[in-house]
């Protein structure tokens, strides 16, 4: 069946280290995938989306690398600053053809940045 | 500009009664989805209306039902509540019309079945 998972339940990072977590998937027919941001007692704000026809998609101090070969993703964050400590969800959505619209979630990361 | 607005921000409710949560979409977005957020998880797929009907529904009983507005806003209700139903709903917007788009995230709702 489809899902979304990640490699690394929690990720401690120092700040102004650079930050990589991952997300694999295992649905082939996905073509579209979102990175969400959720601090704690918020809804999940968008942080960058890129789709199956391109393998790298850059936003500030943010990149995103999709590798449909292995059904692997990853977000990529410079700098990494307190403020960038949340749970991180990568999303899948198979709708281009728009008959699916739903977004499926992994669990999420728990990234904690130290001062 | 408003982003996605959701209300009530909490809710206490006991076994077997009904609630209904309300949210607004995003400026020129005419697509609202719905999904429940347990503690420790990422969210699930309720369902998605557009136009006013919903076109499509993930793996939730038919306690779960909604509707949308003329005015793309959108109300999810729950029937005979139950202790598992205790989780955060979120709902998203998006403006793709007819085909999938990015969807946008309100703050949610913390339901709790007591």
């Known amino acids: 069946g489809e899902s979304v998972g990640l490699h690394l339940p929690t990720l401690s990072v120092q700040e102004g280290d650079n930050s990589i977590i991952n997300c694999a998937y295992s649905?082939?027919?996905?073509?579209?995938f979102i990175w969400y941001k959720q601090e704690s007692g918020k809804g999940p704000q968008f942080i960058i989306d890129?789709?199956?026809?391109?393998d790298k998609r850059q936003g500030q101090r943010v990149t995103v690398l999709l590798n449909k070969t292995v059904k692997h993703l990853s977000l990529q964050i410079a700098a990494t600053q307190p403020g960038d400590s949340a749970v991180y969800f990568c999303?899948?959505?198979?709708?281009?053809?728009?008959?699916?619209?739903?977004?499926?979630f992994g669990k999420g990361t728990l990234l904690t940045v130290n001062p | 500009d408003a982003g996605v607005t959701q209300s009530p921000t909490h809710l206490i409710k006991t076994r077997g009664q009904q609630v209904t949560l309300r949210c607004s979409p995003k400026?020129?977005?005419?697509?609202v989805s719905w999904y429940q957020q347990a503690l420790g998880q990422g969210p699930q797929f309720i369902f998605q209306?557009?136009?006013?009907?919903?076109?499509q529904r993930g793996n939730f009983p038919d306690r779960f039902s909604g509707h949308q507005f003329p005015n793309y806003s959108s109300e999810l209700n729950v029937n005979a509540l139950l202790l598992g139903d205790s989780a955060l709903y979120l709902c998203?917007?998006?403006?793709?019309?007819?085909?999938?788009?990015?969807?946008?995230f309100g703050p949610g709702t913390r339901l709790t079945v007591l």
């Open positions: 998203a917007s998006s403006g793709g019309g007819a085909i999938a788009d990015t969807q946008y």
């Open positions: 649905n082939s027919a996905s073509d579209y």
């Open positions: 890129i789709r199956s026809n391109m």
């Open positions: 209306y557009y136009e006013e009907e919903e076109r």
């Open positions: 400026s020129g977005h005419d697509t």
């Open positions: 999303a899948e959505n198979m709708g281009s053809g728009g008959s699916n619209y739903k977004l499926t």
